[in-house]
Protein backbone atom coordinates (compact mmCIF):
# COMPACT_ATOMS: atom_id res chain seq x y z
CA UNK A 1 0.00 0.00 0.00
CA UNK A 2 1.27 3.40 -1.10
CA UNK A 3 2.45 5.48 2.25
CA UNK A 4 3.50 8.40 1.25
CA UNK A 5 2.43 10.43 -2.27
CA UNK A 6 4.38 13.72 -3.55
CA UNK A 7 1.62 15.61 -4.84
CA UNK A 8 3.21 17.33 -8.23
CA UNK A 9 1.14 20.44 -8.80
CA UNK A 10 -0.45 23.27 -7.11
CA UNK A 11 -3.24 25.37 -5.96
CA UNK A 12 -6.69 23.77 -5.49
CA UNK A 13 -5.77 20.07 -7.18
CA UNK A 14 -3.09 19.54 -5.07
CA UNK A 15 -5.04 20.79 -1.70
CA UNK A 16 -7.72 18.05 -3.20
CA UNK A 17 -5.73 15.30 -3.34
CA UNK A 18 -3.77 15.62 0.00
CA UNK A 19 -7.43 16.03 2.14
CA UNK A 20 -7.87 12.37 0.51
CA UNK A 21 -4.68 11.67 1.72
CA UNK A 22 -4.73 12.46 4.88
CA UNK A 23 -8.39 10.78 5.41
CA UNK A 24 -6.50 7.46 4.13
CA UNK A 25 -4.01 8.05 6.77
CA UNK A 26 -1.27 8.41 4.08
CA UNK A 27 1.65 11.10 4.36
CA UNK A 28 1.71 13.91 1.92
CA UNK A 29 4.39 16.31 0.45
CA UNK A 30 4.23 19.19 -1.71
CA UNK A 31 6.55 20.73 -4.06
CA UNK A 32 6.16 24.84 -4.38
CA UNK A 33 7.77 27.48 -6.86
CA UNK A 34 9.56 30.67 -5.21
CA UNK A 35 6.07 32.21 -5.62
CA UNK A 36 4.30 29.19 -3.97
CA UNK A 37 6.08 29.15 -0.32
CA UNK A 38 3.33 30.44 1.69
CA UNK A 39 0.43 28.83 -0.73
CA UNK A 40 -2.35 27.18 0.59
CA UNK A 41 -1.41 23.27 -1.15
CA UNK A 42 1.88 24.20 0.81
CA UNK A 43 0.71 24.80 4.20
CA UNK A 44 -1.60 21.58 4.40
CA UNK A 45 1.23 18.94 3.49
CA UNK A 46 2.73 17.13 6.06
CA UNK A 47 6.06 18.28 4.10
CA UNK A 48 7.50 20.50 1.32
CA UNK A 49 10.31 20.66 -0.70
CA UNK A 50 11.48 23.88 -3.01
CA UNK A 51 11.48 23.37 -6.76
CA UNK A 52 12.87 26.86 -7.44
CA UNK A 53 11.94 29.06 -10.42
CA UNK A 54 8.60 30.99 -10.90
CA UNK A 55 7.10 30.20 -14.22
CA UNK A 56 5.83 26.54 -14.95
CA UNK A 57 8.94 25.79 -16.70
CA UNK A 58 11.14 26.33 -13.88
CA UNK A 59 9.08 24.71 -10.98
CA UNK A 60 6.21 22.32 -12.10
CA UNK A 61 7.65 21.00 -14.84
CA UNK A 62 10.77 20.78 -13.88
CA UNK A 63 11.45 17.24 -13.83
CA UNK A 64 14.90 17.08 -12.37
CA UNK A 65 13.69 19.16 -9.48
CA UNK A 66 10.62 17.04 -8.83
CA UNK A 67 13.04 13.71 -8.55
CA UNK A 68 15.15 14.88 -5.96
CA UNK A 69 12.25 15.70 -4.10
CA UNK A 70 10.93 12.49 -4.28
CA UNK A 71 14.21 11.18 -3.04
CA UNK A 72 14.56 13.59 -0.52
CA UNK A 73 11.05 13.14 0.98
CA UNK A 74 11.08 9.30 0.52
CA UNK A 75 7.47 9.57 -1.47
CA UNK A 76 6.76 6.01 -2.36
CA UNK A 77 3.97 7.33 -5.02
CA UNK A 78 3.40 10.36 -7.20
CA UNK A 79 -0.35 12.03 -7.67
CA UNK A 80 0.07 14.24 -10.95
CA UNK A 81 -3.02 15.95 -10.88
CA UNK A 82 -4.16 18.01 -13.64
CA UNK A 83 -2.37 19.82 -16.29
CA UNK A 84 1.54 20.04 -15.58
CA UNK A 85 3.23 16.70 -16.19
CA UNK A 86 -0.04 14.75 -16.06
CA UNK A 87 -0.52 13.69 -19.51
CA UNK A 88 3.39 13.17 -19.65
CA UNK A 89 4.81 10.36 -20.73
CA UNK A 90 8.33 10.97 -20.20
CA UNK A 91 7.10 11.68 -16.97
CA UNK A 92 5.26 8.85 -15.69
CA UNK A 93 8.25 6.99 -17.30
CA UNK A 94 10.65 8.79 -15.06
CA UNK A 95 8.66 8.41 -11.99
CA UNK A 96 8.03 4.49 -11.97
CA UNK A 97 11.99 3.74 -13.48
CA UNK A 98 12.60 5.10 -9.58
CA UNK A 99 10.56 2.02 -8.47
CA UNK A 100 7.87 5.00 -7.49
CA UNK A 101 4.37 4.74 -8.32
CA UNK A 102 2.17 6.67 -10.83
CA UNK A 103 -1.15 7.52 -9.69
CA UNK A 104 -2.66 7.69 -12.96
CA UNK A 105 -2.80 5.11 -16.25
CA UNK A 106 0.14 3.64 -17.55
CA UNK A 107 2.06 5.76 -20.19
CA UNK A 108 1.48 3.45 -23.28
CA UNK A 109 -2.53 4.79 -22.64
CA UNK A 110 -1.46 8.49 -22.15
CA UNK A 111 0.58 8.52 -25.57
CA UNK A 112 -2.05 6.75 -27.28
CA UNK A 113 -4.62 9.37 -26.38
CA UNK A 114 -2.03 12.29 -26.15
CA UNK A 115 -3.40 13.96 -29.47
CA UNK A 116 -6.43 13.84 -31.56
CA UNK A 117 -5.70 12.12 -34.56
CA UNK A 118 -4.27 9.13 -32.93
CA UNK A 119 -7.04 9.17 -30.15
CA UNK A 120 -9.58 9.02 -32.78
CA UNK A 121 -8.02 6.43 -34.41
CA UNK A 122 -8.30 4.66 -31.10
CA UNK A 123 -11.91 5.03 -30.88
CA UNK A 124 -12.75 4.32 -34.05
CA UNK A 125 -11.04 0.98 -33.96
CA UNK A 126 -12.76 0.32 -30.64
CA UNK A 127 -16.19 1.02 -32.71
CA UNK A 128 -16.62 4.61 -31.22
CA UNK A 129 -17.19 6.91 -33.90
CA UNK A 130 -15.75 10.10 -33.52
CA UNK A 131 -17.07 13.92 -34.66
CA UNK A 132 -17.21 13.18 -38.99
CA UNK A 133 -14.13 14.23 -39.61
CA UNK A 134 -11.10 13.08 -41.36
CA UNK A 135 -8.57 10.85 -38.91
CA UNK A 136 -5.28 12.15 -40.54
CA UNK A 137 -2.98 15.00 -40.81
CA UNK A 138 -4.30 17.64 -43.26
CA UNK A 139 -1.87 19.35 -45.95
CA UNK A 140 -3.23 21.03 -48.50
CA UNK A 141 -5.88 24.17 -47.92
CA UNK A 142 -7.69 21.94 -51.33
CA UNK A 143 -8.46 18.47 -48.41
CA UNK A 144 -10.02 21.32 -46.25
CA UNK A 145 -12.38 22.60 -49.80
CA UNK A 146 -13.19 18.66 -50.36
CA UNK A 147 -14.29 17.98 -46.63
CA UNK A 148 -16.26 20.85 -46.33
CA UNK A 149 -18.18 20.45 -49.79
CA UNK A 150 -18.80 16.81 -48.91
CA UNK A 151 -19.40 17.11 -45.26
CA UNK A 152 -21.10 20.09 -45.83
CA UNK A 153 -19.87 23.82 -43.69
CA UNK A 154 -18.70 25.17 -41.40
CA UNK A 155 -15.52 22.50 -41.05
CA UNK A 156 -13.26 22.84 -37.51
CA UNK A 157 -9.54 22.69 -38.22
CA UNK A 158 -8.03 21.44 -35.25
CA UNK A 159 -4.79 21.40 -33.95
CA UNK A 160 -3.45 17.58 -33.20
CA UNK A 161 -1.79 18.54 -29.89
CA UNK A 162 -4.10 20.91 -28.75
CA UNK A 163 -5.50 21.44 -25.66
CA UNK A 164 -7.13 24.25 -23.18
CA UNK A 165 -9.85 24.95 -25.49
CA UNK A 166 -7.38 26.50 -27.89
CA UNK A 167 -6.71 25.58 -31.18
CA UNK A 168 -9.35 25.53 -33.56
CA UNK A 169 -10.42 27.75 -36.04
CA UNK A 170 -13.71 27.56 -37.91
CA UNK A 171 -13.98 27.82 -41.24
CA UNK A 172 -17.51 28.77 -42.83
CA UNK A 173 -16.80 27.96 -46.58
CA UNK A 174 -14.46 27.53 -49.26
CA UNK A 175 -12.66 31.61 -50.04
CA UNK A 176 -11.83 30.89 -46.16
CA UNK A 177 -9.94 27.70 -46.21
CA UNK A 178 -6.06 28.43 -47.76
CA UNK A 179 -6.17 31.55 -44.75
CA UNK A 180 -7.85 30.00 -41.86
CA UNK A 181 -5.67 26.62 -42.33
CA UNK A 182 -2.26 29.01 -42.60
CA UNK A 183 -3.13 30.52 -39.58
CA UNK A 184 -4.17 27.30 -37.72
CA UNK A 185 -0.77 25.79 -38.16
CA UNK A 186 0.82 28.73 -37.84
CA UNK A 187 -1.22 29.29 -33.95
CA UNK A 188 -0.75 25.10 -33.61
CA UNK A 189 2.68 25.54 -33.97
CA UNK A 190 3.03 28.89 -31.87
CA UNK A 191 1.15 27.55 -29.09
CA UNK A 192 1.78 24.22 -29.14
CA UNK A 193 5.54 23.29 -30.61
CA UNK A 194 3.47 20.83 -33.39
CA UNK A 195 2.18 22.17 -36.32
CA UNK A 196 -0.33 19.31 -37.14
CA UNK A 197 -3.75 19.94 -38.19
CA UNK A 198 -6.97 17.84 -38.84
CA UNK A 199 -10.46 18.32 -39.66
CA UNK A 200 -13.98 18.11 -38.32
CA UNK A 201 -17.16 19.07 -39.20
CA UNK A 202 -18.18 21.94 -37.13
CA UNK A 203 -21.61 21.21 -35.01
CA UNK A 204 -23.40 24.02 -35.14
CA UNK A 205 -25.36 23.61 -31.38
CA UNK A 206 -23.71 21.09 -29.31
CA UNK A 207 -23.31 19.80 -25.68
CA UNK A 208 -20.56 18.60 -24.37
CA UNK A 209 -21.01 15.34 -22.22
CA UNK A 210 -17.95 13.61 -20.90
CA UNK A 211 -18.48 9.93 -19.16
CA UNK A 212 -16.48 9.28 -15.93
CA UNK A 213 -14.55 5.99 -16.05
CA UNK A 214 -12.56 3.87 -13.61
CA UNK A 215 -10.22 0.87 -14.11
CA UNK A 216 -8.36 -1.46 -12.28
CA UNK A 217 -5.12 -3.30 -13.18
CA UNK A 218 -7.13 -6.85 -12.89
CA UNK A 219 -9.33 -5.97 -15.97
CA UNK A 220 -12.28 -3.82 -14.50
CA UNK A 221 -13.06 -1.10 -16.26
CA UNK A 222 -16.49 0.78 -15.06
CA UNK A 223 -18.36 3.96 -15.98
CA UNK A 224 -19.63 6.52 -13.30
CA UNK A 225 -21.82 8.53 -14.84
CA UNK A 226 -21.17 11.56 -17.28
CA UNK A 227 -20.88 15.26 -16.77
CA UNK A 228 -22.62 18.09 -18.86
CA UNK A 229 -19.76 20.90 -19.38
CA UNK A 230 -21.69 22.85 -22.32
CA UNK A 231 -21.14 25.99 -20.49
CA UNK A 232 -17.72 27.37 -21.65
CA UNK A 233 -16.77 30.79 -22.94
CA UNK A 234 -13.27 29.92 -25.79
CA UNK A 235 -14.06 26.43 -25.58
CA UNK A 236 -13.32 26.61 -21.87
CA UNK A 237 -16.01 24.91 -19.24
CA UNK A 238 -17.43 27.38 -17.06
CA UNK A 239 -19.87 25.16 -15.20
CA UNK A 240 -20.01 21.61 -15.10
CA UNK A 241 -23.31 19.22 -13.76
CA UNK A 242 -24.11 15.47 -13.54
CA UNK A 243 -26.33 14.20 -14.26
CA UNK A 244 -26.52 15.85 -17.75
CA UNK A 245 -30.20 17.28 -18.02
CA UNK A 246 -32.78 15.91 -20.60
CA UNK A 247 -30.31 13.47 -21.59
CA UNK A 248 -32.35 10.15 -22.35
CA UNK A 249 -31.09 7.06 -19.61
CA UNK A 250 -30.28 5.10 -23.08
CA UNK A 251 -27.48 7.44 -24.38
CA UNK A 252 -26.41 7.51 -20.94
CA UNK A 253 -26.21 3.94 -20.99
CA UNK A 254 -24.85 3.88 -24.61
CA UNK A 255 -22.49 6.23 -23.99
CA UNK A 256 -21.09 4.82 -21.16
CA UNK A 257 -20.45 1.46 -22.46
CA UNK A 258 -18.75 3.30 -25.94
CA UNK A 259 -16.66 5.11 -23.20
CA UNK A 260 -15.50 2.06 -21.63
CA UNK A 261 -14.74 0.44 -24.89
CA UNK A 262 -12.29 3.47 -25.80
CA UNK A 263 -10.51 2.81 -22.22
CA UNK A 264 -10.04 -1.10 -22.82
CA UNK A 265 -8.93 -0.19 -26.36
CA UNK A 266 -5.80 1.82 -24.75
CA UNK A 267 -5.45 -0.74 -22.26
CA UNK A 268 -6.41 1.99 -19.74
CA UNK A 269 -6.07 1.95 -15.80
CA UNK A 270 -6.89 4.59 -13.16
CA UNK A 271 -9.54 7.21 -13.65
CA UNK A 272 -9.74 9.04 -17.04
CA UNK A 273 -12.86 11.12 -18.80
CA UNK A 274 -13.69 10.33 -22.39
CA UNK A 275 -15.42 13.37 -23.74
CA UNK A 276 -18.55 13.22 -26.18
CA UNK A 277 -20.03 16.13 -28.21
CA UNK A 278 -23.56 15.10 -28.02
CA UNK A 279 -26.08 17.23 -30.45
CA UNK A 280 -29.48 15.42 -32.22
CA UNK A 281 -29.74 12.31 -30.34
CA UNK A 282 -26.29 11.59 -31.86
CA UNK A 283 -23.08 11.68 -29.45
CA UNK A 284 -19.68 11.63 -31.19
CA UNK A 285 -16.53 10.79 -29.61
CA UNK A 286 -14.30 13.59 -29.09
CA UNK A 287 -11.02 13.27 -26.91
CA UNK A 288 -9.98 11.00 -24.02
CA UNK A 289 -8.34 12.76 -20.77
CA UNK A 290 -6.18 10.68 -19.38
CA UNK A 291 -6.11 12.01 -15.81
CA UNK A 292 -8.80 13.47 -13.22
CA UNK A 293 -10.30 16.26 -14.28
CA UNK A 294 -11.32 19.60 -12.73
CA UNK A 295 -15.11 18.65 -12.52
CA UNK A 296 -14.24 15.45 -10.88
CA UNK A 297 -16.01 16.82 -8.02
CA UNK A 298 -19.99 16.30 -9.66
CA UNK A 299 -19.41 12.82 -9.95
CA UNK A 300 -18.42 12.33 -6.62
CA UNK A 301 -21.43 13.92 -5.02
CA UNK A 302 -23.94 12.08 -7.27
CA UNK A 303 -22.05 8.86 -6.45
CA UNK A 304 -20.62 8.85 -3.20
CA UNK A 305 -17.56 7.73 -4.39
CA UNK A 306 -13.79 9.42 -3.57
CA UNK A 307 -12.51 9.33 -7.04
CA UNK A 308 -9.01 10.17 -5.59
CA UNK A 309 -9.44 7.41 -3.40
CA UNK A 310 -9.81 4.83 -5.98
CA UNK A 311 -7.33 6.72 -8.10
CA UNK A 312 -4.64 5.54 -5.31
CA UNK A 313 -6.37 2.25 -4.54
CA UNK A 314 -6.09 1.24 -7.65
CA UNK A 315 -2.09 2.39 -8.49
CA UNK A 316 -1.70 0.16 -5.29
CA UNK A 317 -3.15 -3.03 -7.45
CA UNK A 318 -6.42 -3.33 -5.56
CA UNK A 319 -9.33 -4.30 -7.37
CA UNK A 320 -12.23 -1.65 -8.11
CA UNK A 321 -14.45 -2.99 -5.11
CA UNK A 322 -17.90 -2.63 -6.55
CA UNK A 323 -19.54 -3.91 -9.98
CA UNK A 324 -21.41 -1.43 -12.50
CA UNK A 325 -24.30 -2.85 -11.04
CA UNK A 326 -23.70 -1.11 -7.69
CA UNK A 327 -22.87 2.25 -9.30
CA UNK A 328 -25.19 4.49 -7.76
CA UNK A 329 -26.16 8.01 -8.95
CA UNK A 330 -28.42 10.17 -7.19
CA UNK A 331 -29.95 13.39 -7.47
CA UNK A 332 -28.02 16.44 -9.21
CA UNK A 333 -24.80 17.87 -8.54
CA UNK A 334 -23.41 21.22 -10.06
CA UNK A 335 -19.75 23.11 -10.26
CA UNK A 336 -18.57 26.04 -11.03
CA UNK A 337 -15.53 26.80 -11.40
CA UNK A 338 -14.48 30.60 -9.62
CA UNK A 339 -11.66 31.80 -12.27
CA UNK A 340 -9.77 35.30 -11.24
CA UNK A 341 -11.17 36.83 -14.84
CA UNK A 342 -13.38 39.59 -14.94
CA UNK A 343 -16.20 38.63 -17.34
CA UNK A 344 -17.32 42.51 -17.98
CA UNK A 345 -18.55 42.60 -21.64
CA UNK A 346 -17.98 38.96 -22.19
CA UNK A 347 -14.26 38.88 -22.21
CA UNK A 348 -13.39 37.17 -19.06
CA UNK A 349 -10.12 39.17 -19.13
CA UNK A 350 -7.12 37.15 -16.65
CA UNK A 351 -7.35 39.09 -13.12
CA UNK A 352 -4.43 38.40 -11.14
CA UNK A 353 -4.00 39.85 -7.43
CA UNK A 354 -4.06 39.03 -3.82
CA UNK A 355 -6.77 38.26 -2.44
CA UNK A 356 -8.44 40.61 0.07
CA UNK A 357 -11.62 38.91 0.96
CA UNK A 358 -12.43 35.21 0.96
CA UNK A 359 -15.69 34.20 2.92
CA UNK A 360 -16.90 30.86 1.26
CA UNK A 361 -20.44 29.87 1.71
CA UNK A 362 -21.61 27.09 3.58
CA UNK A 363 -24.98 25.44 4.48
CA UNK A 364 -26.55 22.36 3.24
CA UNK A 365 -25.08 20.38 0.27
CA UNK A 366 -22.35 22.90 -0.66
CA UNK A 367 -18.57 21.74 -0.93
CA UNK A 368 -15.63 24.38 -2.20
CA UNK A 369 -12.25 23.53 -3.10
CA UNK A 370 -10.44 26.29 -3.02
CA UNK A 371 -6.48 26.51 -3.66
CA UNK A 372 -6.32 29.93 -1.97
CA UNK A 373 -7.74 31.68 1.29
CA UNK A 374 -7.82 35.44 1.99
CA UNK A 375 -4.04 36.91 1.63
CA UNK A 376 -3.00 35.04 -0.61
CA UNK A 377 -1.89 35.84 -4.76
CA UNK A 378 -3.07 34.19 -7.71
CA UNK A 379 0.02 34.91 -9.71
CA UNK A 380 0.04 35.68 -13.26
CA UNK A 381 2.22 32.79 -13.88
CA UNK A 382 -0.59 29.78 -13.30
CA UNK A 383 -3.28 29.04 -13.87
CA UNK A 384 -6.18 31.46 -12.81
CA UNK A 385 -8.48 28.68 -11.03
CA UNK A 386 -9.31 29.99 -7.56
CA UNK A 387 -11.85 27.80 -6.32
CA UNK A 388 -14.80 24.87 -7.54
CA UNK A 389 -17.69 26.06 -5.45
CA UNK A 390 -20.12 22.31 -5.68
CA UNK A 391 -23.25 21.94 -4.65
CA UNK A 392 -26.07 19.06 -4.63
CA UNK A 393 -29.33 18.49 -4.44
CA UNK A 394 -32.27 15.93 -4.48
CA UNK A 395 -32.81 17.44 -8.56
CA UNK A 396 -31.46 19.94 -10.78
CA UNK A 397 -33.72 22.76 -10.01
CA UNK A 398 -32.89 22.02 -6.23
CA UNK A 399 -29.07 22.43 -6.96
CA UNK A 400 -29.33 25.29 -9.66
CA UNK A 401 -31.30 27.35 -6.22
CA UNK A 402 -29.02 25.92 -4.17
CA UNK A 403 -25.98 26.93 -5.74
CA UNK A 404 -27.20 30.81 -6.05
CA UNK A 405 -27.68 30.99 -2.98
CA UNK A 406 -23.94 29.36 -2.11
CA UNK A 407 -23.01 32.21 -4.95
CA UNK A 408 -24.53 34.89 -3.22
CA UNK A 409 -23.10 33.62 0.26
CA UNK A 410 -19.69 33.89 -1.15
CA UNK A 411 -17.01 36.50 -1.21
CA UNK A 412 -14.24 37.17 -2.70
CA UNK A 413 -12.54 40.73 -3.49
CA UNK A 414 -9.23 41.99 -4.61
CA UNK A 415 -9.08 40.37 -7.77
CA UNK A 416 -11.86 40.02 -10.45
CA UNK A 417 -14.40 36.64 -10.78
CA UNK A 418 -16.44 34.56 -13.01
CA UNK A 419 -18.71 34.75 -10.62
CA UNK A 420 -21.15 37.52 -12.09
CA UNK A 421 -20.89 35.21 -15.24
CA UNK A 422 -22.14 31.90 -13.37
CA UNK A 423 -25.30 33.54 -11.66
CA UNK A 424 -26.17 35.33 -15.08
CA UNK A 425 -25.87 31.63 -16.62
CA UNK A 426 -27.40 29.93 -13.93
CA UNK A 427 -30.71 32.37 -13.62
CA UNK A 428 -31.15 32.19 -17.42
CA UNK A 429 -34.32 30.31 -18.76
CA UNK A 430 -32.46 28.31 -21.20
CA UNK A 431 -29.98 27.36 -18.89
CA UNK A 432 -33.18 26.41 -16.75
CA UNK A 433 -34.64 24.43 -19.69
CA UNK A 434 -31.19 23.09 -20.77
CA UNK A 435 -31.64 24.67 -24.02
CA UNK A 436 -28.27 25.97 -23.86
CA UNK A 437 -24.80 24.53 -26.31
CA UNK A 438 -20.86 24.92 -25.59
CA UNK A 439 -21.49 27.97 -27.71
CA UNK A 440 -24.73 29.59 -25.63
CA UNK A 441 -22.67 31.82 -23.56
CA UNK A 442 -21.08 33.23 -26.19
CA UNK A 443 -23.55 33.73 -28.88
CA UNK A 444 -26.75 33.85 -26.60
CA UNK A 445 -26.28 35.18 -23.51
CA UNK A 446 -26.38 39.35 -23.19
CA UNK A 447 -22.81 39.94 -22.01
CA UNK A 448 -23.73 43.14 -20.31
CA UNK A 449 -25.60 40.64 -17.69
CA UNK A 450 -21.83 40.09 -16.23
CA UNK A 451 -21.07 43.22 -15.31
CA UNK A 452 -23.58 43.42 -12.45
CA UNK A 453 -21.49 43.52 -9.32
CA UNK A 454 -20.23 40.43 -8.05
CA UNK A 455 -22.63 38.80 -5.36
CA UNK A 456 -21.42 38.98 -2.41
CA UNK A 457 -18.89 41.77 -3.24
CA UNK A 458 -19.77 44.38 -1.28
CA UNK A 459 -17.17 47.29 0.21
CA UNK A 460 -14.50 45.79 2.40
CA UNK A 461 -16.51 47.08 5.45
CA UNK A 462 -16.43 45.57 8.68
CA UNK A 463 -20.08 44.46 9.90
CA UNK A 464 -18.53 44.76 13.14
CA UNK A 465 -17.94 48.44 12.24
CA UNK A 466 -14.42 48.11 13.32
CA UNK A 467 -13.37 49.43 10.51
CA UNK A 468 -10.99 46.22 9.99
CA UNK A 469 -11.29 43.06 7.27
CA UNK A 470 -13.86 40.77 8.97
CA UNK A 471 -11.41 37.99 9.77
CA UNK A 472 -9.08 40.04 11.53
CA UNK A 473 -9.00 38.73 15.21
CA UNK A 474 -8.22 40.80 18.06
CA UNK A 475 -4.73 42.48 18.04
CA UNK A 476 -3.22 40.49 21.18
CA UNK A 477 -4.53 36.58 18.61
CA UNK A 478 -2.62 37.20 15.61
CA UNK A 479 -1.39 34.13 14.74
CA UNK A 480 2.16 35.05 12.06
CA UNK A 481 3.50 31.86 10.62
CA UNK A 482 7.18 32.14 9.83
CA UNK A 483 8.61 30.59 7.08
CA UNK A 484 12.47 28.97 7.10
CA UNK A 485 13.69 27.20 4.07
CA UNK A 486 16.47 24.59 5.54
CA UNK A 487 18.40 23.02 2.45
CA UNK A 488 14.89 23.56 0.07
CA UNK A 489 12.99 21.88 2.61
CA UNK A 490 10.19 23.66 4.14
CA UNK A 491 9.61 24.58 8.15
CA UNK A 492 6.50 26.41 9.41
CA UNK A 493 7.19 28.09 12.81
CA UNK A 494 4.23 29.53 14.25
CA UNK A 495 4.37 32.63 16.11
CA UNK A 496 1.96 34.39 18.27
CA UNK A 497 2.57 38.52 17.38
CA UNK A 498 1.19 41.66 17.75
CA UNK A 499 -0.75 42.75 14.73
CA UNK A 500 1.64 45.73 13.64
CA UNK A 501 4.88 43.48 14.19
CA UNK A 502 3.26 40.85 12.47
CA UNK A 503 2.09 42.78 9.41
CA UNK A 504 5.91 44.04 9.31
CA UNK A 505 8.10 40.54 9.85
CA UNK A 506 9.66 39.55 6.80
CA UNK A 507 8.45 36.47 5.28
CA UNK A 508 5.87 35.89 7.05
CA UNK A 509 1.69 35.00 6.43
CA UNK A 510 0.16 36.36 9.21
CA UNK A 511 -3.43 35.84 9.04
CA UNK A 512 -4.37 38.77 8.12
CA UNK A 513 -6.08 39.71 5.15
CA UNK A 514 -3.80 42.15 2.81
CA UNK A 515 -5.76 45.01 1.76
CA UNK A 516 -3.06 46.10 -0.90
CA UNK A 517 -5.88 46.04 -3.61
CA UNK A 518 -9.21 47.13 -4.11
CA UNK A 519 -10.62 45.81 -7.20
CA UNK A 520 -9.13 43.49 -9.58
CA UNK A 521 -10.74 44.62 -12.81
CA UNK A 522 -8.44 44.49 -15.27
CA UNK A 523 -8.01 47.36 -17.86
CA UNK A 524 -9.41 46.73 -21.26
CA UNK A 525 -7.33 46.72 -24.39
CA UNK A 526 -6.92 50.22 -25.52
CA UNK A 527 -6.55 51.46 -29.14
CA UNK A 528 -9.84 49.68 -30.88
CA UNK A 529 -9.66 50.45 -34.37
CA UNK A 530 -6.08 51.66 -34.31
CA UNK A 531 -2.72 51.14 -35.48
CA UNK A 532 -1.01 50.16 -32.24
CA UNK A 533 -1.83 46.76 -30.57
CA UNK A 534 -1.35 46.72 -26.92
CA UNK A 535 -1.19 45.04 -24.05
CA UNK A 536 -4.83 44.27 -21.65
CA UNK A 537 -3.20 42.89 -19.08
CA UNK A 538 0.38 42.21 -16.95
CA UNK A 539 2.33 39.09 -18.43
CA UNK A 540 5.06 37.64 -20.39
CA UNK A 541 4.83 37.79 -24.26
CA UNK A 542 5.71 34.02 -25.21
CA UNK A 543 5.46 34.39 -29.50
CA UNK A 544 5.63 37.40 -32.16
CA UNK A 545 3.82 35.88 -35.00
CA UNK A 546 4.34 38.60 -37.28
CA UNK A 547 7.56 40.83 -38.79
CA UNK A 548 7.79 44.10 -39.79
CA UNK A 549 6.45 44.97 -43.14
CA UNK A 550 4.53 42.02 -42.87
CA UNK A 551 0.52 42.36 -44.15
CA UNK A 552 -2.02 41.94 -41.72
CA UNK A 553 -5.74 41.89 -41.50
CA UNK A 554 -7.84 43.23 -38.65
CA UNK A 555 -8.29 40.44 -36.03
CA UNK A 556 -5.01 38.20 -36.98
CA UNK A 557 -2.98 37.68 -34.38
CA UNK A 558 0.13 39.57 -33.97
CA UNK A 559 1.47 38.22 -30.88
CA UNK A 560 0.81 35.90 -28.06
CA UNK A 561 0.94 36.93 -24.39
CA UNK A 562 0.69 34.78 -21.84
CA UNK A 563 -0.63 35.72 -18.40
CA UNK A 564 -2.16 32.97 -15.93
CA UNK A 565 -1.09 30.21 -17.99
CA UNK A 566 -3.61 31.54 -20.16
CA UNK A 567 -2.21 32.37 -24.09
CA UNK A 568 -4.33 35.32 -25.31
CA UNK A 569 -3.89 36.66 -28.61
CA UNK A 570 -3.30 40.29 -29.13
CA UNK A 571 -4.88 41.07 -32.70
CA UNK A 572 -4.76 43.94 -35.54
CA UNK A 573 -7.04 46.49 -34.95
CA UNK A 574 -6.65 47.59 -38.22
CA UNK A 575 -5.35 46.21 -41.89
CA UNK A 576 -2.50 47.29 -42.89
CA UNK A 577 1.65 46.34 -43.39
CA UNK A 578 3.38 46.28 -39.88
CA UNK A 579 5.61 49.22 -39.50
CA UNK A 580 7.30 48.81 -36.40
CA UNK A 581 7.42 45.31 -33.37
CA UNK A 582 8.37 46.22 -30.18
CA UNK A 583 8.59 43.64 -27.95
CA UNK A 584 10.30 40.41 -28.71
CA UNK A 585 9.41 36.78 -26.72
CA UNK A 586 10.09 36.61 -22.75
CA UNK A 587 9.43 40.49 -22.75
CA UNK A 588 7.45 40.99 -19.80
CA UNK A 589 5.02 43.85 -20.06
CA UNK A 590 1.80 45.30 -18.43
CA UNK A 591 -1.26 47.02 -19.71
CA UNK A 592 -1.01 49.91 -22.38
CA UNK A 593 2.20 48.83 -23.47
CA UNK A 594 2.68 48.83 -26.91
CA UNK A 595 3.84 45.86 -28.62
CA UNK A 596 3.41 46.81 -32.37
CA UNK A 597 2.42 49.67 -34.55
CA UNK A 598 0.41 48.99 -37.85
CA UNK A 599 -0.06 51.62 -40.57
P1 LIG B 1 -9.46 20.80 -25.94
O1 LIG B 1 -8.50 19.66 -25.92
O2 LIG B 1 -8.83 22.10 -26.25
O3 LIG B 1 -10.34 20.82 -24.73
P2 LIG B 1 -11.61 19.58 -27.47
O4 LIG B 1 -11.43 18.90 -28.75
O5 LIG B 1 -11.81 18.72 -26.26
O6 LIG B 1 -10.39 20.57 -27.21
O7 LIG B 1 -12.81 20.60 -27.58
C1 LIG B 1 -13.06 21.61 -26.62
C2 LIG B 1 -14.36 22.30 -26.95
O8 LIG B 1 -14.30 22.85 -28.28
C3 LIG B 1 -15.59 21.41 -26.96
O9 LIG B 1 -16.14 21.25 -25.69
C4 LIG B 1 -16.51 22.18 -27.89
O10 LIG B 1 -17.06 23.28 -27.22
C5 LIG B 1 -15.55 22.71 -28.93
N1 LIG B 1 -15.41 21.81 -30.10
C6 LIG B 1 -14.38 20.95 -30.34
N2 LIG B 1 -14.58 20.30 -31.51
C7 LIG B 1 -15.74 20.76 -32.02
C8 LIG B 1 -16.49 20.48 -33.21
N3 LIG B 1 -16.08 19.61 -34.11
N4 LIG B 1 -17.68 21.13 -33.39
C9 LIG B 1 -18.12 22.04 -32.48
N5 LIG B 1 -17.46 22.34 -31.36
C10 LIG B 1 -16.28 21.72 -31.12
Known sequence: MIEKVLIANRGEIAVRVARTCREMGIGTVAVYSDLDREALHVRLADEAYALGGQTAAESYLNTEAILAAIERSGADAVHPGYGFFSENTDFARAITSQGVTFIGPPPGAIEVMGDKISSRLAAERAGVSGVPGRSEPVQDPSEVVAFGESAGWPVAIKAA????????????????AAEAMESAQREAQAYFGRPEIYLEKYLDWPRHIEMQVMADSHGNVLWLGERDCSSQRRHQKLIEESPAPDFPDEIRQAMGEAAVKVARACGYQNAGTVEFLYQDGGFYFLEMNTRLQVEHPVTELVTGLDLVEWQIRVA?????????????RDGHSI???????????????????????????????????????????????????????VVWGPDREAARRRMLRALGEMEITGVATTVPADIAILSHEDFVAARHSTRWVEDSLDPSTFDAPQAGSAPCESPRGQGQPDDIGPVERVMTEVTAEVNGKRFGVKLWMPQSEALQAPSTRSRVASRSKSSGSTPMAAGSGSGTVTVPMQGTIVKVLVNVGDRVE?????????AMKMENALCAEKSGSVKEIKVSPGAAVGPGDVVAVIE
Open 161 to 176: YGGGGRGMKVVRGAPE
Open 316 to 328: SGERLGFTQEDVR
Open 335 to 389: EVRLNAEDPAGGRFLPSPGTITTFRPPGGPGVRLDAGYEAGDTVSQFYDNLIAKL
Open 554 to 562: TGDTVCILE
